[in-house]
């Protein structure tokens, strides 16, 4: 059959990018506690094109990515990039991988267990060399220091959510970044609280006043320790209880350049 994809194109201008998008899959992820988790992801994968070709063998992103579900590992991250260059004949290869990951957690005072839900994504990139980003987008519970301090009593909440990327040089469990996000926040979310629990957390958030840029600052701090973190990109996005709109904050480092 006549190859279509392969024909010369004779405009002269290469894609940056050209694949496919949306792909939804179950995949088997890295469980700190549990060793393997399934889920299911939303991937996107895509390769450079040069100029003198019209289009891409689009099936081929798919083949490549079912081999390789069952174990969506570090190493096998690079292999998918690798094989991916080699069957394109291309110089650079991408993928984006976001997927629901659930932790049980147990409740502040009752102990009850109850999985709770976060959202992590991998972004990886193949030319020369090799480069991971990791995200997590941690939903955590905020109390207004201002409100705190001008009210005879009591002070408005918000539900806010962190949302971390980072780029690696060791190692870093999911999990980690959810902890290290939680512990910023005013107190931590549960799926499941009993009375004691609500009381508990309650009170915790009211004695942890914090503005959306006190936690932005904290994630910060304690990113800036971790020596394996290279570079990170940090939102925390509160959705205020009394004002129509939200409260945002955002912070940038990337450490090697002040090396």
């Not at 909440?157 to 512990?183: D, H, P, Y």
């Amino acid at each position: 059959m006549k190859d279509v994809q392969n024909e010369r194109d004779e405009r002269n201008i290469p894609i940056n990018k050209v694949g496919i998008r949306g792909l939804r899959i179950p995949i088997v992820v890295r469980d700190q506690s549990q060793q393997r988790q399934a889920t299911i992801a939303d991937v996107n994968m895509y390769v450079n094109l040069p100029h003198h070709y019209r289009g891409t063998h689009m099936s081929r992103f798919g083949e490549i990515l079912h081999r390789y579900a069952h174990d969506l590992s570090l190493e096998h991250l690079e292999s998918i990039l690798t094989e991916m260059k080699q069957r394109f004949e291309c110089e650079e290869a991408h993928i984006e991988i976001s997927f629901p990951y659930f932790i049980m957690k147990s409740a502040p005072v009752s102990g009850m267990q109850s999985y709770m839900e976060y959202r992590c994504s991998v972004q990886a990139s193949l030319g020369e060399n090799l480069s991971l980003t990791m995200g997590v987008e941690v939903p955590i519970h905020s109390l207004c220091p201002c409100s705190k301090e001008i009210s005879s009593y009591g002070a408005h909440n918000q539900r806010g959510i962190v949302r971390i990327q980072a780029q690696t040089k060791g190692f870093v469990w999911f999990e980690e970044l959810i902890s290290l996000a939680e512990k910023q926040a005013s107190a931590p979310l549960f799926t499941i609280l009993k009375r004691s629990d609500e009381k508990y957390i309650t009170e915790k958030a009211y004695t942890n006043a914090k503005f959306v840029e006190d936690t932005a600052r904290d994630i910060a701090l304690a990113l800036n320790r971790d020596e394996r973190i290279l570079w990170y990109h940090i939102e925390v996005e509160n959705e205020e209880s009394i004002h129509n709109h939200n409260a945002y904050a955002c912070i940038m480092r990337n450490k090697t350049d002040e090396d």
